[in-house]
């Protein structure tokens, strides 16, 4: 009878033993692999969000014995990086963002020469005084990374109109930050400091950009209106636009000038995209542009269109 308990206990302690192994091994896999569920206890909240998206598109094309006709050889690049770092802690938020673009373009007949070119920052802060609104202050610069010429005919020497830094627009604004969503933002300010710089000593003498000749740096003061919106239409399709309204009160406030980018994004797989892209720009100082009619050169609104299929990769 003793010797009956004794191998009862024995089995009933390997067979807790077996258990407790397997419970050890489930729980080390589960360790191993990250499926330990959060503690529901940890309320800890990022506080940065950072990403961004670099896009590059090349075409290529060749043409021999054509009977059609066309350049012999064209080549084209076309390529952007968007990033951002929004940072939000109680009623803080402090977002940037980073917009580079540049594309290059080589045909036979017109030799190379570049087709985008934009370097963008913007910085600013908020704190909260209302829902959805902020107390903010606002920094943003506009530039460009090489020389740009304006083409006329084949015998024709192209001429230099604008450079890095020349111009450059640098924009200090106080105002009301809107922001109902995550997609949306609309920044206003009354009292905005815009300043065009025209580092290049050449244009200054040219008086470009409105900048007396020269002179170096023009400072503007009036309102500020920018508007931001990033809006998911389906699956896998992002549209994006920004517009920019200043108005001037020391010179001609009527003619409000104007900076537009809109771009579609659509997403074909993790690697592979087709992008859309729009720009509108209207600044009544810049006046190179010749009227057909009467010859005198003044500004007119200017218009960028992009489509590009290529590599993509988000970050």
């Not at 670099?54 to 021999?64: A, C, E, M, P, Y």
């Not at 304006?150 to 015998?155: I, K, N, P, V």
């Not at 000593?201 to 000749?213: M, P």
């Not at 100082?285 to 009619?293: A, I, L, P, S, T």
């Amino acid at each position: 009878m003793r010797k009956s308990i004794l191998i009862i206990i024995c089995l009933l302690s390997c067979r807790q033993a077996l258990f407790a192994q397997s419970d050890w091994m489930k729980t080390s896999r589960e360790e191993a692999s990250g499926k330990i569920k959060k503690d529901d206890k940890d309320t800890t909240v990022a506080l940065w969000k950072k990403g961004g998206i670099f896009n590059l598109n090349v075409n290529q094309g060749s043409l021999t014995n054509w009977a059609a006709g066309g350049d012999k050889f064209s080549f084209s690049v076309a390529s952007s990086l968007s990033a951002f770092a929004f940072y939000k802690k109680g009623k803080h938020t402090w977002d940037n963002v980073l917009d580079l673009a540049y594309g290059y373009v080589n045909t036979t007949s017109l030799g190379g020469r570049k087709s985008d070119d934009r370097i963008g920052l913007t910085t600013k802060y908020g704190y909260g005084i209302a829902k959805n609104l902020y107390l903010s202050a606002l920094l943003d610069l506009r530039t460009q990374f090489t020389d740009g010429y304006l083409y006329g005919s084949d015998t024709v020497k192209p001429e230099l109109v604008s450079r890095f830094f020349s111009p450059a627009y640098v924009l200090l604004s106080p105002g009301l930050d809107y922001k109902p969503n995550n997609e949306l933002s609309v920044f206003f300010s009354p009292v905005t400091a815009r300043y065009v710089v025209v580092m290049d000593n050449y244009l200054a003498s040219q008086a470009a950009f409105g900048v007396d000749t020269g002179k170096h740096v023009k400072s503007e003061f009036g309102a500020y209106l920018t508007v931001n919106w990033v809006k998911t239409l389906a699956k896998n399709i992002v549209y994006k636009t920004r517009m920019d309204l200043f108005s001037d009160y020391k010179h001609n406030p009527q003619n409000v000038d104007l900076f537009w980018t809109n771009s579609l994004n659509l997403q074909v797989n993790r690697y592979i995209s087709a992008v859309i892209s729009v720009d509108m720009i209207y600044d009544d100082d810049v006046k190179v542009f010749k009227n057909e009619k009467t010859g005198v050169m003044g500004p007119r609104l200017q218009v960028k269109q992009v489509i590009g299929v290529g590599f993509t990769a988000k970050f």
